[in-house]
């Protein structure tokens, strides 16, 4: 008997509840799994530190052989005008008649006289042989200072060179008779040179450290004005030998020997064998010392060695010449203007193309007002001014 509450109707789920079961359980709710603990990540150790020797450098190839080859052409071209050219009449048949006929292993009768050939071979070639390892020195000694310095503008008298070869050029000259100048000139001079660079090298080294780049340019700068300073006291206090001085500063190769040229060939070589010899790391030295130590190179040793060989070719040159400027500088930066920035270039085509362009400004010299002689120094000066300040205002001052 089913009772209805009164105010309710029955329904469909009234029906269900009656009809189930009495001993009908409640649904079981669904619990999840718990999620199992996240593994542990154990940190892998690193690996040791490779104790392998540094890769070997790899440089972008650089072919250097139309340039130098065109720099050999200018440099005979050179030559052949510097021994034809000057107050003797010798045409250049008559000169390469006489240089064909005194070869070795090649006979041929030249017609050239006695009297032609004496010329040529015993003031000539002398004056042009000299002229060409002054300005090879100078020129690769300018372009290894700008490469070790990193400054587009040094020059191969930065570290005092010139202060030091100027100042043991004055002391000989007001202190020497005339029989004796000539053979301690050169002496003094390159004495004079290379001490002004070891001195410089000794101021640069500060607390004990290694010398850095910028110390020893300030010091070279400090250096060559006190070498300076000594040198124009020792100019006031003799001046009847101001003419003296004042022509070996000038610089002049006219009357240059082929003693001259024996004194200097053995430090000319070893310079130009040295320089040549690093011009590879002087390309790694291009992109700063820290980046070129983590390539394996000794930055600080590869500067010592390629200034002790830039200085010592200087002096030399300088030794019998006298103070030729602007060579180191003009020079370089023509070969990358017109060539390539690589010192593997820049190098060995400065070397070449500072010995014909030092041939040509001497025969500019010797002729422009003969019988009278220019300095050599003013030409190049003449030349060298105007170039330095084109590049001072050039945006490829910084090809370096």
């Given at each position: 008997?089913?009772t ?52 070997p ?7 250097a ?7 050999f ?11 034809s ?30 009297l ?36 587009p ?72 004005a006190?070498?300076?300073a ?27 020997s ?11 070589a ?41 200085t ?25 203007l ?9 190098l ?53």
């Amino acid at each position: 008997m089913s009772t209805t509450l009164p105010g309710r109707t029955p329904g469909a789920g009234d029906e269900a509840r009656a009809t189930a079961p009495a001993d009908a359980k409640p649904p079981t709710p669904t619990v999840a799994p718990p999620e199992p603990p996240p593994t542990p990540t154990v940190a892998q150790p690193e690996p040791p530190p490779s104790t392998a020797p540094p890769s070997p450098i790899q440089l972008p190839r650089v072919s250097a052989r139309r340039p130098v080859l065109v720099a050999f052409v200018v440099l005979i071209g050179a030559i052949l005008l510097g021994v034809s050219v000057g107050p003797a009449d010798i045409s250049l048949p008559t000169v390469l008649s006489g240089l064909l006929g005194h070869l070795p292993l090649i006979h041929y009768h030249s017609h050239t006289s006695a009297l032609d050939w004496d010329v040529i071979w015993q003031i000539r070639l002398p004056g042009v042989v000299l002229a060409g390892m002054v300005g090879a020195m100078l020129a690769g000694g300018g372009a290894a200072y700008q490469g070790v310095f990193r400054n587009p503008l040094a020059d191969p008298y930065l570290l005092g060179v010139a202060a030091g070869a100027g100042l043991g050029a004055t002391i000989v000259i007001v202190q020497s008779s005339g029989t004796d100048l000539h053979q301690l000139l050169p002496f003094a001079a390159f004495a004079g040179g290379i001490g002004a660079v070891v001195l410089t090298y000794l101021v640069g080294a500060t607390s004990g450290r290694r010398a850095s780049t910028a110390s020893i340019v300030l010091a070279g700068v400090a250096v060559a004005a006190l070498l300076t300073a000594i040198q124009t006291y020792l100019q006031q206090q003799h001046e009847p030998d101001l003419q003296g001085v004042y022509a070996w500063i000038l610089g002049s190769l006219g009357t240059a020997s082929w003693s001259d040229v024996t004194l200097i060939l053995p430090y000319v070589a070893l310079s130009a064998i040295v320089l040549f010899l690093h011009r590879r790391l002087l390309d790694v030295l291009r992109v700063g010392e820290e980046e070129a130590g983590a390539l394996g190179v000794h930055a600080a040793r590869v500067r010592l060695t390629v200034v002790a060989a830039a200085t010592l070719g200087t002096a030399a040159a300088v030794s019998v010449s006298g103070l030729i400027g602007f060579v180191g500088i003009i020079v370089p930066h023509t070969v990358r203007l017109l060539s390539n920035a690589s010192y593997r270039v820049v190098l060995p085509v400065s070397m070449i193309g500072g010995a014909a362009f030092l041939i040509l400004a001497d025969v500019v010299a010797l002729n422009l007002q003969a019988p009278a002689q220019i300095p050599i120094g003013v030409v190049t000066a003449f030349v060298g001014a105007p170039f330095f300040l084109f590049l001072l205002r050039s945006r490829r001052t910084g090809v370096l």
